[in-house]
């Protein structure tokens, strides 16, 4: 019955920005493996973030309105995504790692990750006008829960594109409401949380995760990545090291739907995704978060992050200047990590840096393939004024990995 209402109502078009394809897309979630994507490595049981022991995610997405932009009104596509490295259960603070890519964004928390290392709380992401409404929340919760508010990292990418960002429709009783939502297990991906409004190398973005294991001197270790997506160039775009993004640069372009969208807004959409208009530049921002349960101190978690980067440059990143590119990472392996206020810090003994290579390449692998379950989760939305962004063309990508020799 959930199909056949999603096949409905995708007859009507614009009424919820995407079309008939995406509408049995979304019924059913498809991952970058499920269509073939070749990756090296391997995953953990859920290839998700949440595969570090103790960490929890939780989401809450704001999709309200069509048609044209109403400051304060709509068309509403934003939300808020929270990761938790302890869980709900724990606001204790971790060590923590942070490298800047490019700093056009912004990220609080840095303070603390500069002089003592440590993340502190739920880990929030939204838009850029909800910085401090997400920051608020989880002083709420954090105080409503502990007796004590925390000072967290919160992170953003801009979603003026599709959302009606000025309005400020993000509120600290979202931050609060993702965080009670919070789960371990499986992780929503694509136009949900945070990444509702985003934008990914062209195609429409937001929220992508995936983790590896690691082996070091005979020992297991686990590391999960989880993105918000809104940054990249289209004619650089490279998954599987195939040029997607080149090839299909001549369509998909972002357009105005024709029904929801004043007659002044050009391009409008075409029914076949043709477009000769050029695809837009890097701009936009991406927030890489990292966790592991390997014990590392501050100055190899700034390294892990540092880490992150490549796996963002194996997709065809060149972190152009209009885009913030922020990684934090952090791990749980210290019950009590070394906070200001710490006066009996759990002992940790981090492994040693000629040992640490497995889990640098587990970092590279696993950002790379959430960016891609990002990109293939997330479908077609129209957002303010009718401006469309399409979701990256599952059969068109599996032709290509194809031609290219990268899938069978």
Same mark, same amino acid.
């Given at each position: 019955?959930?199909?056949?209402?999603?096949?409905?109502?995708?007859?009507?078009?614009?009424?919820?920005?995407?079309?008939?394809?995406?509408?049995?897309?979304?019924?059913?979630?498809?991952?970058?493996?499920?269509? +073939?994507?070749?990756? =090296?490595?391997?995953?953990?049981?859920?290839?998700?973030?949440?595969?570090?022991?103790?960490? =929890?995610?939780?989401?809450?997405?704001?999709?309200?309105?069509?048609?044209?932009?109403?400051?304060?009104?709509?068309?509403?596509?934003?939300?808020?995504?929270?990761?938790?490295?302890?869980?709900?259960?724990?606001?204790?603070?971790?060590?923590?790692?942070?490298?800047?890519?490019?700093?056009?964004? =912004?990220?609080?928390?840095?303070?603390?990750?500069?002089?003592?290392?440590?993340?502190?709380?739920?880990?929030?992401?939204?838009?850029?006008?909800?910085?401090?409404?997400?920051?608020?929340?989880?002083?709420?919760?954090?105080?409503?829960?502990?007796?004590?508010? /925390?000072?967290?990292?919160?992170?953003?990418?801009?979603?003026?594109?599709?959302?009606?960002?000025?309005?400020?429709?993000?509120?600290? /009783?979202?931050?609060?409401?993702?965080?009670?939502? /919070?789960?371990?297990?499986?992780?929503?991906?694509?136009?949900?949380?945070? +990444?509702?409004?985003?934008?990914?190398?062209?195609?429409?973005?937001?929220?992508?995760?995936?983790?590896?294991?690691?082996?070091?001197?005979?020992?297991?270790?686990?590391? +999960?990545?989880?993105?918000?997506?809104?940054?990249?160039?289209?004619?650089?775009?490279?998954?599987?090291? !195939?040029?997607?993004?080149?090839?299909?640069?001549?369509?998909?372009?972002?357009?105005?739907?024709?029904?929801?969208?004043?007659?002044?807004?050009?391009?409008?959409?075409? +029914?076949?995704?043709?477009?000769?208009?050029?695809?837009?530049?890097?701009?936009?921002?991406?927030?890489?978060?990292? !966790?592991?349960?390997?014990?590392?101190?501050?100055?190899?978690?700034?390294?892990?992050?540092?880490?992150?980067?490549?796996?963002?440059?194996?997709?065809?990143?060149?972190?152009?200047?209009?885009?913030?590119?922020?990684?934090?990472?952090?791990?749980?392996?210290?019950?009590?990590?070394?906070?200001?206020?710490?006066?009996?810090?759990?002992?940790?003994?981090?492994?040693?840096?000629?040992?640490?290579?497995?889990?640098?390449?587990?970092?590279? =692998?696993?950002?790379?393939?959430?960016?891609?379950?990002?990109?293939?989760?997330?479908?077609?939305?129209?957002?303010?004024?009718?401006?469309?962004?399409?979701?990256?063309?599952?059969?068109?990508?599996?032709?290509?990995?194809?031609?290219?020799?990268?899938?069978?």
């Amino acid at each position: 019955m959930r199909l056949l209402t999603l096949l409905a109502l995708a007859l009507t078009p614009g009424l919820l920005g995407f079309d008939l394809a995406d509408a049995v897309q979304t019924s059913q979630p498809v991952r970058a493996r499920g269509l +073939g994507v070749p990756f =090296e490595g391997t995953p953990g049981p859920n290839n998700a973030i949440t595969d570090v022991a103790g960490v =929890e995610v939780g989401q809450v997405t704001r999709i309200e309105g069509n048609g044209p932009l109403k400051l304060g009104a709509g068309p509403i596509r934003t939300g808020v995504t929270v990761v938790l490295p302890r869980g709900r259960s724990s606001a204790n603070a971790v060590y923590g790692g942070f490298f800047n890519l490019n700093g056009n964004g =912004e990220l609080t928390g840095q303070s603390y990750l500069h002089d003592f290392g440590v993340v502190i709380g739920p880990i929030g992401i939204s838009n850029t006008n909800a910085i401090g409404q997400v920051y608020t929340g989880i002083q709420q919760w954090t105080r409503q829960r502990f007796g004590e508010a /925390a000072t967290p990292v919160v992170a953003e990418t801009w979603d003026g594109r599709l959302n009606d960002i000025g309005g400020f429709h993000v509120q600290p /009783a979202d931050a609060v409401a993702a965080i009670e939502a /919070a789960r371990s297990g499986s992780v929503e991906e694509g136009n949900v949380g945070g +990444g509702t409004g985003m934008v990914c190398f062209g195609f429409k973005g937001g929220i992508g995760t995936a983790s590896r294991k690691a082996t070091i001197a005979g020992k297991s270790f686990t590391v +999960g990545v989880l993105v918000q997506c809104n940054t990249g160039d289209r004619l650089t775009l490279r998954i599987a090291g !195939a040029p997607i993004g080149a090839d299909l640069s001549n369509r998909w372009q972002p357009c105005y739907d024709q029904k929801l969208s004043p007659p002044v807004r050009q391009p409008k959409c075409s +029914g076949d995704g043709a477009s000769s208009q050029k695809p837009p530049p890097d701009e936009g921002s991406i927030i890489i978060v990292v !966790a592991t349960d390997a014990p590392l101190i501050p100055a190899q978690l700034d390294r892990v992050a540092r880490r992150a980067a490549l796996g963002l440059g194996r997709l065809g990143s060149y972190a152009g200047n209009g885009s913030g590119d922020l990684i934090v990472s952090f791990t749980t392996a210290s019950a009590d990590a070394n906070h200001p206020d710490q006066k009996h810090p759990s002992p940790i003994t981090p492994l040693p840096n000629n040992g640490i290579d497995p889990l640098f390449k587990a970092v590279v =692998e696993a950002t790379e393939e959430s960016v891609v379950n990002a990109l293939v989760a997330a479908r077609t939305m129209a957002g303010a004024d009718g401006y469309t962004f399409y979701g990256l063309p599952h059969e068109e990508l599996r032709k290509l990995l194809k031609f290219y020799g990268r899938a069978p």
